[in-house]
């Protein structure tokens, strides 16, 4: 693949700006990478296992002369940094996102980009549990989604670009309305990483049954809740901030159905219970074979030969 | 190894019973291994891919001379079993089962076994989404947890020679008093898994949200619920059914805390959820310090080199 941007700034050096680092030098998409972070542990860090070509010391620096600015801070950082990179961003440049909500990225962040830059907001769906700078890899958003968000008056050809610049990372990418895209997210993501904090969070409270023993007999579910709630907290506490009616709503539906099966279960029934756990299972069927997991049993465990 | 019983008998041909029969296998605890299904179709498939040196036509001729039964039907279907092997089995014979909750195991079966017939109940730790014949594996239990709950007055040989049988097949093993098992568990598997299925159902439910977005989109944390709420329907019905007033108990206490979080979204406490989501990612440590899972990132995605 050939270079899509001539220089490519990524503003904070986290999980996922690392990983489009590496994803980007696997395929030669951008001619150069400079990186800011504002801890000067980060910088080090990244400076120690090459992540970035350049390692700046400022932001002003970082974004000089790009093409591309991807801002990868969390959401309640996004709006401050834009302001600060305002003065400093090359007409014609294209600066993007990468947080899991966009409507409140899109009223912090867009009214401080110039006339002449384009705001073309975006969420690639992957992650780990893992964050930092070391916590990144080429491979990351391979098969993964890349949602746009362009705003009303986007620039086609900035849009254009940019999806060609997430396929070239390895993302399949689409558009997608800004409210909805925090919808769909509230249910996909924001109220499953809330239940899955609070379940681990009872768990640790529960003075009668000792951590190590609830560490101890995880592989029974509970392990799967502690990766999730093992993301980062930075991240997450803006995600909820900035997400809030969507997530609140999403998890009103949720307490509503857990109670009615909690009710369910102490009235004894049964019918109910294995009609709704049959058709939950039918969802995972659709997930496999819409490519996003495979089905290979887990739970700790790999299927080997018998 | 050498063999532990000269002959087991396997009641219900799922995920475990199949699991332990290629591992007993192995390592060739057991001289012969006969099994037992309901359902003729599951006795056909046993029999087509070797599943038991024999697969029994009637439970009668199952258990018949066996030294250990296992009871690996769900945990609502334990006792009618238990009444119809009675009188089948071999005096100075172990019976154990594999149930998720013990109480009402030991309420239902223990009333039926003999004099002279010992009765351990069991449960293993270990399984996948997946169940039915062919979904067992000889490593299913490699490093995972089998709690043993004697009864009062259970033979100590007795229990020390299935102690024996379960590191055979790859185990750790501990001893558990009955109603603290039924509360550790409903904290570590029973309450995620009615959480996880709630989720998924909420996620199956809402219009405005069609399901193909939920499952294309899911690799944002819906993903890992999906493979808890996949688990198998009949099984986890009879949980929830027979392990009521824990898993009640525990579900009472995440909504309480699910609503201090909902409340601290709303009002933005910012530093509560930071603080909450800090303690959760800790307990992650632990699990991985304890051998019941590994640090790779997933997610998905595994780390390669960058």
Redesign the interface.
């Known amino acids: 693949m050939s270079v899509i941007y001539n220089k490519v700034a990524l503003v904070g050096l986290g999980l996922i700006a690392s990983s489009m680092f ?1 994803a980007m ?1 696997r395929r030669g998409l951008a001619g150069t990478v400079s990186g800011f972070a504002r801890s000067a542990e980060t910088r080090d860090t990244a400076r120690r296992i090459g992540l970035c070509d350049t390692v700046c010391d400022s932001l002003a620096d970082a974004v000089k002369d790009a093409d591309l600015v991807v801002l990868a801070v969390p959401v ?1 950082a996004m709006g401050e940094v834009a302001a600060e990179i305002a003065p400093h961003l090359k007409p014609g440049a294209t600066v993007t996102d990468v947080g899991s909500v966009k409507r409140a990225v899109i009223d912090s962040v867009g009214p401080h980009i110039p006339d002449g830059v384009h705001f073309v907001p975006g969420h690639p ?6 964050s930092g700078p070391e ?6 958003f391979d098969n ?2 890349c ?1 746009l968000v362009p705003m009303p008056g986007s620039d086609p050809a900035a849009v254009a670009t940019l999806r060609t610049y997430w396929e070239g990372l390895g993302s399949y990418v689409d558009e997608m309305e800004v409210d909805h895209h925090d ?3 509230a ?20 003075n ?2 000792t ?21 980062d ?2 991240m ?3 995600v ?2 900035n997400n ?1 009616d969507a ?2 709503e ?2 009103g ?3 509503e ?2 109670f009615a ?2 009710r369910a ?2 009235t ?1 029934d ?1 019918a109910l ?2 009609d ?6 039918a ?5 496999i074979e ?1 490519g ?2 495979t ?1 290979a ?5 790999a ?4």
């Not at 951590?211 to 392990?223: L, M, N, P």
């Open positions: 590496w030098k309640g769906l992957a992650g780990t549990e893992h916590s990144g890899f080429a491979t990351l993964r989604w949602l919808l769909v997210l249910v996909t993501s924001h109220a499953p990483h809330l239940i899955a904090y609070t379940m681990v969070g009872v768990a640790d409270d529960l009668r049954v951590d190590s023993e609830v560490i101890k007999y995880s592989a029974t579910g509970f392990r799967d809740f502690t990766r999730i709630a093992a993301s907290p930075t997450w506490r803006d909820f901030l809030k997530t609140l999403i998890l539906r949720f307490t159905e857990l099966l909690q279960i102490r004894g049964g219970l294995q709704y756990f049959t058709r939950t299972r969802i995972r069927r659709g997930i819409a996003q997991d089905d049993p887990d739970f700790g465990r299927k080997v030969e018998r």
